[in-house]
């Protein structure tokens, strides 16, 4: 009698294990996800709007969530991980936003809170451990970029009695909120602070692009969400002896009158001078044309209305002999759209970046899994492409004008900076970051046999936009169109029975302003989305 009571009782209480393994939930499955790869922008005082610390936060931002990782629009990474695997990658593998798309479709269980892993904590004072041999701290300073974007440079004298060599370096952002990125010189010409000392009332002076001095040495940079850079053992970055710091910070537009106080912390490298391998960063590939053809016509020249696109071709690797890469760092205004670098030497291809939709806002210094050997002789390559036309959405001009190479927001550039040191043999065998890439894999597309979004037509869309799906059975259906932070733009359906089999509808897409958008189906079962462009 004992053992027919038990197994109803058992066969009911696995079916609703089975069901509970069915639908993530947030304290087992999506906080680890969210606060190893979000929280450290989505916190108090980061640069992200909004925290992903709690249960509460996750659910409030769920349709958000959904879109940014179903589109990969979040976490950021515009490097195209399929072209070259990269150090330290912001990526979230396929089983990682499955897990996500499951959890929102699935109701956005908590699960026991008990189970949840610990908030991460973050330090204010950087990630580095130890203290550091030198720390440099801009003047505090009162943002002044109110209706466009501000570069201020701050001039510190470094102090330093003799040559020392980075062996690790880390910008500690005085106000999260307002410092979008960073980048460090050494300039031992005094240009920087002569240009310093022309505003004496004012802290630094403002300069977009370079640091006013094309003598000054680039020593390193930040961007939110980057590890600080460290060397390998043995490698270090020169900063001569009494050479003053320059610092440039990059304020957005609207953060007038927040206060910043950011500092570098530089820790150099113990070794005895002789037996450090000097690292350098240098625009290898650069349109001024330095050791490197730029093609066609030898200047960045890009006519209103019009779109075109560039190739720079370098054999300085001919005069240099064999060199380890450790680092790359592209580099292009508003007008750029995509931009890629490789190696060519015997037919063989050495695959470095390939930015396939770049984002001026999101540019990074981007170092290797392992360190890469360059071969004396190796031909080097990068293909950039712009837009400077009105479906352009970052387009700074309208209408658009005639576009240049040059220093100011409005202008263009087409570098790629290269962070390298001479090879010895074995640097191909020496990790920078040895952990295990995460899996990529292809999104399944569906045979018409389950509920399925398909890729929409035309994309770019100009005034009709074709949406295209399957149903596997009669649902009810909404559709609408978001910004890339998930606010609403428009709903074309809402709630509207479509019946099973495949649709391709279409909507009037004329009212929205051009750019880029997330296009988004709900059924009562999922959620899906769709990345579109729309140029008028």
Not at 214 to 243: C, E, H, Y
Request: charged share 15%.
């Amino acid at each position: 009698m004992l053992k027919r009571l038990l197994l109803p009782a058992l066969s009911l209480l696995l079916v609703s294990e089975n069901a509970s393994a069915q639908t993530p939930v947030w304290s087992t499955d999506i906080a680890p996800i969210l606060f190893n790869n979000c929280a450290s922008c989505h916190r108090p005082t980061g640069i992200a709007p909004f925290g992903l610390l709690t249960y509460q936060d996750a659910v409030n931002r769920a349709s958000q969530i959904y879109a940014a990782v179903s589109s990969r629009y979040m976490p950021p990474w515009p490097p195209d991980p399929k072209f070259s695997r990269l150090a330290h990658e912001r990526l979230l593998s396929t089983s990682d936003i499955k897990k996500i798309q499951d959890w929102v479709s699935g109701g956005k269980p908590q699960g026991d809170p008990n189970l949840a892993p610990p908030p991460p904590s973050f330090n204010a004072d950087g990630d580095l451990p130890g203290t550091p041999d030198m720390v440099t701290r801009i003047p505090t300073f009162t943002s002044t970029a109110t209706t466009g974007d501000v570069y201020q440079c701050f001039v510190v004298p470094s102090g330093l009695s003799a040559d020392q060599y980075i062996s690790a370096f880390e910008a500690i952002p005085g106000n999260r909120e307002i410092v979008h990125h960073v980048l460090v010189y050494a300039d031992t010409t005094g240009a920087c602070a002569a240009l310093d000392a022309q505003t004496p009332n004012d802290p630094g002076y403002v300069s977009f692009g370079g640091v006013g001095s094309n003598d000054a040495i680039l020593i390193g940079g930040w961007v939110p969400g980057t590890q600080p850079l460290q060397m390998p053992d043995s490698f270090g970055i020169r900063v001569p002896k009494n050479a003053d710091i320059v610092i440039q910070i990059h304020y957005p537009q609207g953060s007038a009158g927040k206060v910043d106080s950011t500092k570098i912390k530089f820790y150099f490298s113990q070794m005895p001078a002789n037996d450090i391998r000097p690292v350098r960063i240098d625009a290898v590939l650069n349109h001024q044309g330095v050791y490197c053809t730029l093609m066609p016509g030898g200047s960045l020249n890009i006519p209103a209305n019009q779109t075109k696109t560039y190739m720079e071709v370098s054999n300085i690797s001919q005069l240099v002999g064999d060199i380890s890469l450790l680092g790359i760092a592209p580099h292009m205004h508003l007008i750029g759209r995509s931009i890629n670098a490789y190696g060519v030497k015997n037919c063989d291809t050495l695959k470095l970046i390939d930015i396939p939709a770049w984002d001026f806002s999101w540019q990074g210094f981007y170092l290797f899994r392992k360190l890469i050997k360059v071969p004396a002789g190796t031909t080097l390559y990068s293909e950039a492409f712009y837009d400077n036309t009105t479906g352009n959405p970052l387009n700074p001009n309208n209408p658009p004008q005639l576009v240049t190479a040059g220093e100011e927001t409005t202008d263009e550039m087409m570098l790629t900076f290269f962070i390298w040191a001479f090879y010895e043999p074995g640097d191909e065998n020496k990790f920078i970051d040895p952990s295990t890439p995460v899996e990529l894999g292809i999104s399944e597309q569906a045979d018409y046999a389950v509920q399925e979004l398909f890729a929409p037509y035309p994309n770019p869309s100009v005034n009709r936009l074709y949406v295209k799906y399957y149903l596997q059975v009669p649902a009810e259906v909404t559709i609408s169109i978001t910004d890339m932070q998930g606010k609403m733009v428009k709903e074309l359906a809402k709630g509207q029975h479509v019946t099973q089999g495949y649709h391709a509808e279409p909507y009037d897409v004329s009212g929205i302003p051009a750019g880029l958008y997330l296009l988004q189906m709900r059924t009562p079962d999922k959620v899906f989305t769709e990345k579109i462009s729309i140029q008028h």
